[in-house]
């Protein structure tokens, strides 16, 4: 017995081969281009998305990679997930985050270290800051603040000066590591009074605090908020903040400039970055997104008054142009100090 398919049975296998038959005719190109249109088009975001954070919990990174994330989650119908990485000054998060897919569903929180100064500390950086990366959005700036044992007898950075330039076996300086932002702030110190100071790396900022306020090591540099517990008990002395302006949270502190130094100026800063190849309407939208969510004033306000930050926000052309600018600068300062990692 011989069966016959129904008449819109053959018209629907008509459309699906001249459907294919398109579709094998069509360039490459043609179809790449129409792949990214209909994944920038499409129903994004449908599952959770992974906010990359390459340092520990409890961090400014981390901090605002979970205000960041909190926000977005509710901006954008879908969890939006902090996961720290931590190690190798960010480069393992980041050389993570390199490889991942550029479709929106992987974010990583950026910083001096992972998009600046590691270019220049790490002879075979697994990632390349520039290329490997596409920016979303500067967040924030944040100084770091000169501080030394309160026993030392310094009431100022000039009196600091004057013991430095009068007393070399008090030339000595914790870090938090090596080719980091309070590494670099101490051997601009040096580089700017004409003097060689002995840098100590430690592993975190927890026991190189602890070494200065005990006397053992002379000054370091580093954030506030990691400072102020010790300097609440008495155990810090606060000197001057690194930033241009004076911060929020300190304002009787001076600036180094203020306080005698001059072209000292400098600050760790905050950023979001995606993987190289993100669809730019989805770029564009959590562009827009994190921005609005920087803006609103309990989270300003969280940032400024409880962790001294500067929040900038800002646009992913303001972010490409200031690690432009930040690359060589540091480059030059790893360079001139000798900083390496392996």
């Known amino acids: 017995m011989t069966t016959h398919r129904s008449e819109p049975s053959r018209t629907a ?14 360039p490459a190109g043609l179809l790449a281009a129409g ?16 906010y990359v954070v390459p340092f520990t919990p409890g961090g400014s990174t981390d901090v605002i990679g ?25 480069a393992v998060g980041a050389s993570y985050v390199a490889k ?20 220049s500390l790490y002879p075979r950086l697994p990632y390349d800051p520039i290329k490997d990366f596409d920016p979303i959005s500067l967040v924030a700036f944040l100084p770091n603040v000169l501080m030394v044992d309160p026993n030392l ?15 070399p076996a008090k030339r000595t300086f914790a870090s938090s590591g090596p080719g980091t932002s309070t590494h670099l702030a101490g ?17 975190g900022t927890p026991p190189a605090m602890l070494d200065v306020s005990s006397g053992q090591v002379t000054f370091m540099f580093d954030q506030m908020t990691a400072a102020l517990p ?31 130094v001059p072209g000292f100026e400098m600050a760790s800063w905050q950023a979001v970055y995606a993987p190289h190849g993100l669809p730019p309407a989805i770029g564009q939208r959590l562009s827009a997104e994190i921005n609005k969510a920087l803006l609103l004033p309990e989270v300003k ?31 030059a300062l790893v360079k001139k100090s000798g900083a390496t990692v392996s």
């Open 13 to 26: 296998g008509r459309r699906r081969f001249l459907q294919a038959a398109a579709a094998a005719a069509a």
């Open 35 to 50: 792949a990214a249109r209909a994944q920038a088009d499409g129903p994004w975001p449908s599952r959770p998305i992974t």
């Open 66 to 90: 979970r205000i960041v994330a909190q926000k977005l989650t509710e901006a954008l119908g879908q969890p939006v997930v902090v996961d720290n990485k931590p190690g190798a000054a960010g």
């Open 100 to 119: 991942a897919k550029p479709d929106g569903y992987t974010l990583f929180g950026g910083t001096i270290s992972t998009h600046a100064i590691n270019a």
């Open 153 to 167: 007898g310094v009431n100022s950075v000039a009196d600091l000066v004057a013991l430095l330039k009068k007393d």
């Open 187 to 203: 051997e601009m110190l040096g580089d700017i009074l004409g003097i060689k100071l002995t840098h100590i790396a430690y592993k």
């Open 230 to 260: 010790l300097v609440q008990a008495g155990k810090l002395k606060l000197l001057a903040v690194t930033s241009a302006r004076r911060m929020a949270l300190a304002p009787q502190l001076p600036t180094m400039v203020e306080a005698g």
């Open 301 to 331: 306000n969280k940032l400024t008054e409880q962790f001294g930050m500067e929040v900038v926000a800002g646009s992913p052309e303001q972010l490409t142009a200031l690690m432009q600018k930040e690359i060589p600068r540091w480059g």
